[in-house]
């Protein structure tokens, strides 16, 4: 079975500024994806980033990019110039290979984050 | 094109009722699931459906029913409510024809069992 952890339950960063989430997880399979998912107050889901277990080069969208160390099994997300909307639940999320029939994905616990003007 | 709808959007429950909470999707996905959302934790997987009249168990699946009659519909049943079921519940669809494996959810539901 996969685990997930996040090590940061709750981080803060200066508006502007840069942040960087920890997940690390734990896994035998060698093909995957890994999702950061942003979770505002409204408890909606949305999907930040994503990464395939395949591909070498780091997922970037817009202000996020992941440090993605596979050997290292380890998935990191950074936000640069960060705004006062990403004040949010991040959670980091495991994924097994394609046809995974049950959309299962295994999160991590969450880390906090706070923006502040 | 509304994604994945779910309602209630809020329900309390006594201990003891029981309750549906409706999943519907409009994109012709194959995959549809339940997850619920217990404070402070990620999501885990309650129970998942294939296609119409195929549904299997989940990570936490005791308590809850599903059944899956139409490609679009995936209730969720909850037969004898406990407080232990207190939670947000999300409900999540996937296609294999929509590239990049993203999984939709729905806008979640609370669920307060007293």
């Known amino acids: 079975a996969q685990t997930v952890t996040q090590s940061q339950p709750e981080m803060s960063v200066q508006e502007a500024e840069t942040v960087t989430l920890s997940c690390t997880y734990d896994t035998s399979e060698n093909n995957y994806y890994l999702f950061w998912y942003k979770q505002p107050p409204s408890r909606q889901m949305i999907l930040v980033i994503r990464q395939e277990a395949y591909k070498q080069q780091n997922a970037t969208e817009n202000r996020f990019s992941v440090n993605f160390q596979k050997a290292a099994k380890s998935f990191s997300l950074k936000i640069s110039d960060s705004q006062l909307g990403d004040t949010a639940m991040y959670f980091c999320?495991?994924?097994?290979?394609?046809?995974?029939?049950?959309?299962?994905?295994?999160f991590g616990g969450g880390t906090r984050l706070m923006v502040k003007p | 094109n509304a994604g994945v709808t779910q309602t209630p959007k809020f329900q309390v429950l006594k201990t003891g009722q029981s309750m549906t909470l409706q999943c519907a999707q409009d994109m012709n996905h194959e995959y549809m699931s339940w997850y619920r959302q217990d404070p402070g934790m990620g999501l885990r997987l309650i129970h998942y459906s294939v296609g119409a009249g195929i549904t299997d168990q989940g990570e936490v699946p005791n308590g809850y029913n599903v059944s899956r009659s139409t490609t679009e519909d995936f209730p969720l049943r909850l037969l004898s409510a406990a407080p232990s079921q207190t939670s947000v519940y999300f409900c999540?669809?996937?296609?294999?024809?929509?590239?990049?494996?993203?999984?939709?959810f729905g806008e979640g539901s609370w669920l307060t069992v007293v």
């Open positions: 999540a669809s996937r296609s294999d024809r929509v590239p990049g494996n993203t999984i939709y």
């Open positions: 999320a495991f994924m097994k290979p394609v046809n995974n029939a049950g959309n299962m994905l295994t």
